[in-house]
């Protein structure tokens, strides 16, 4: 998975055969994946397969399969159409769309749990890579101030928008593009990022820019063997590590601004 990451994908789902892998047409580099496919042709069996998917609404066939997911015994995550009997102390009802973030996968199950541990109260929040905007919807349930989100897909910023009405959060601004399509008149005290090893490498230096003296940045999105190059790479900005967790292969970590 890490291999193929490099080769320009940045979305994986594993499965019992082995793994999928997904990506933007352009962004794929297929010239490292023959590299890739040359290199382990000695291991059987292992085969590849490549196909392109036109995108849809997933909604039907996500309603059919999809359970509730409860981070930490302190936060449901459902689907409008779930029954709940139990109350948590906080839920976020989310409707996908083709958009990522629903707590099933491990890496935003490791940014919520690690948005339980912090302090949102009055607090400024940024959120990268929104998705389904399930973050921004927690930062503001644990009393965020105010949440500026974005995503660079259409889909995501239409499903952002609903999950946000949807769970009455009147909080959060979700706009269309990265981090350098946009300036901000304040300092963060928190920002969340729950993307890729790479783009979170590349992003670094914006982030602690953007944080406040005393602001945590909040990762995921990559496996257990990155972590000592983001925390390598936060270092080299002024983010010490506060805390580490893991899921599966997938990991997380916590970093503060010191200066």
């Known amino acids: ?75 449901l995550i459902r689907a409008e159409f779930h029954k709940i ?36 109260h009055n607090r400024q929040v940024m959120d990268v890579g929104c998705g389904t ?18 995503d660079i897909d259409e889909w995501s910023i239409e499903n952002g928008r609903e999950n946000a009405e949807i769970n009455r959060c009147n909080n959060i601004t979700i706009r269309k593009g990265t981090i350098l399509s946009f300036s901000w008149l304040e300092k963060f005290d928190i920002i969340l990022a729950n993307i890729n090893k790479n783009v979170l490498l590349e992003e670094m230096e914006i982030y602690s820019k953007n944080l406040v003296t005393g602001g945590l940045l909040l990762l995921s999105g990559f496996y257990k063997q990155d972590q000592q190059d983001l925390v390598v790479e936060g270092e080299r900005h002024g983010l010490a590590k506060q805390s580490q967790d893991e899921r599966d292969s997938w990991a997380s970590l916590i970093l503060k601004k010191t200066a």
């Open 133 to 150: 905007a399930i973050l921004s919807v927690m930062a503001s349930k644990r009393g965020a101030r105010k949440i500026e989100s974005f």
């Open 85 to 120: 009997e139990k109350k948590y102390p906080y839920e976020i009802i989310i409707t996908p769309k083709m958009s990522f973030g629903t707590g099933h996968h491990q890496t935003t199950y490791l940014m919520v749990k690690n948005q339980l541990k912090i302090d949102h």
């Open 1 to 75: 998975m890490a291999e193929v990451a490099e080769a320009g994908f940045d979305t994986f789902l594993e499965t019992e055969q082995g793994f999928e892998a997904y990506t933007e047409e352009k962004k794929a580099d297929a010239r490292q994946l023959e590299l890739i496919k040359e290199k382990y042709q000695h291991v059987q069996p292992l085969i590849f397969f490549e196909d392109k998917i036109h995108k849809q609404n997933w909604n039907e066939e996500w309603e059919k399969n999809v359970d509730p997911v409860i981070v930490e015994d302190e936060c």
